[in-house]
């Protein structure tokens, strides 16, 4: 084991490490074209609409929170905490503002609910918001199951929609053909659907090209 050379490496990786960290934190969320879009999603074919957007980053759901809670009534949950608004509040006051008919609470007063709810998979399993209508996943986990779960949130008994929509952000092509992400869970859904059935496509990009 050459010690020095190790210690080398591993400080030059820390230094560019550092490099990529600041050259990010220095561009503002504007710049991001995966948030870009996300908005323009919510402002024309969402606007109105009640949202859960999951992601399985804990500091991605923080980043699209603080990009997005200054449009007002927006709420986050993550595994170390919640805000229904500017402030903290408990994981369950923030579901029961989000869907209050799902959970039997009382319906919030106009200023305190949450139609636009961004959250980790911490949500994604034995919660019921079917009293939103659409869930986007921003961005794809690699277990399946998760991305049912994700779904089966709002594609439930008592929901009020006849039709509940999901939106899939994909990797780009550059990062597909390194990642495989989206084959993987195609082809691990698909076996789910031959084992167990489902009752609809978790995964289906073929009328936008992939969103």
Same mark, same amino acid.
């Given at each position: 084991?050459?010690?020095?050379?190790?210690?080398?490496?591993?400080?030059?990786?820390?230094?560019?490490?550092?490099?990529?960290?600041?050259?990010?934190?220095?561009?503002?969320?504007?710049?991001?074209?995966?948030?870009?879009?996300?908005?323009?999603?919510?402002?024309?074919?969402?606007?109105?609409?009640?949202?859960?957007?999951?992601?399985?980053?804990?500091?991605?759901?923080?980043?699209?929170?603080?990009?997005?809670? +200054?449009?007002?009534?927006?709420?986050?949950? =993550? @595994?170390?905490?919640?805000?229904? *608004?500017?402030?903290? &509040?408990? !994981? %369950?006051?923030?579901?029961?503002?989000?869907?209050?008919?799902?959970?039997?609470?009382?319906?919030?007063?106009?200023?305190?609910?949450?139609?636009?709810?961004?959250?980790?998979?911490?949500?994604?399993?034995?919660?019921?918001?079917?009293?939103?209508?659409?869930?986007?996943?921003?961005?794809?986990?690699?277990?399946?199951?998760?991305?049912?779960?994700?779904?089966?949130?709002?594609?439930?008994?008592?929901?009020?929609?006849?039709?509940? +929509?999901?939106?899939?952000?994909?990797?780009? =092509? @550059?990062?597909?053909?390194?990642? *495989?992400?989206?084959? &993987?869970? !195609? %082809?691990?859904?698909?076996?789910?659907?031959?084992?167990?059935?489902?009752?609809?496509?978790?995964?289906?990009?073929?009328?936008?090209?992939?969103?």
């Amino acid at each position: 084991l050459d010690r020095a050379r190790l210690e080398a490496d591993a400080a030059r990786d820390l230094e560019l490490l550092r490099q990529v960290l600041a050259t990010l934190r220095s561009f503002p969320a504007t710049a991001d074209p995966k948030l870009r879009r996300l908005i323009a999603l919510l402002d024309d074919e969402l606007r109105g609409r009640k949202v859960v957007v999951f992601t399985e980053f804990r500091d991605t759901a923080r980043h699209l929170w603080r990009a997005l809670h +200054r449009r007002g009534q927006v709420g986050l949950v =993550d @595994g170390a905490g919640a805000r229904p *608004g500017a402030g903290p &509040a408990g !994981r %369950r006051e923030v579901v029961e503002r989000f869907a209050p008919r799902a959970n039997l609470a009382r319906p919030p007063r106009p200023h305190e609910r949450v139609d636009l709810l961004i959250a980790t998979d911490v949500l994604a399993e034995g919660l019921n918001l079917q009293d939103a209508e659409c869930v986007i996943s921003y961005d794809l986990p690699w277990n399946p199951v998760r991305l049912i779960q994700r779904v089966g949130r709002i594609d439930r008994l008592g929901s009020e929609y006849d039709v509940v +929509r999901s939106h899939h952000f994909l990797p780009d =092509d @550059g990062l597909e053909r390194l990642l *495989g992400v989206v084959g &993987a869970l !195609r %082809r691990k859904l698909a076996a789910i659907g031959v084992a167990v059935g489902l009752e609809a496509p978790v995964l289906d990009t073929r009328e936008d090209g992939g969103e």
